[in-house]
């Protein structure tokens, strides 16, 4: 499973609230809800993210194997 809690950490030391990447970076709600939801999103979001956050895709995403999101 894929998971992006290191998104939200990241936005917090960055100072870039989930307001701004709405209203300034032009990020869709849609694509924060499914984030904050951990669902698909495409490559490119998560590159357009990469680029806003000038950081590398390690600290918005981590791979979690399904045997420990069971126990």
């Not at 307001?19 to 990020?27: A, F, N, R, S």
């Not at 993210?49 to 590398?56: A, V």
Request: glycine share 2%; hydrophobic share 35%; with cysteine.
């Amino acid at each position: 499973m894929i998971s992006f809690e290191p998104l939200w950490k990241t936005l917090k030391e960055k100072e870039i609230s989930q307001y701004q990447l709405i209203h300034t970076y032009k990020v869709s709600a849609g694509q924060l809800s499914r984030l904050r939801a951990n669902n698909n999103v495409s490559t490119h979001t998560i590159n357009i993210l990469c680029e806003i956050l000038q950081c590398s895709v390690g600290e918005i995403m981590v791979y979690i194997p399904s045997h420990e999101k069971m126990e």
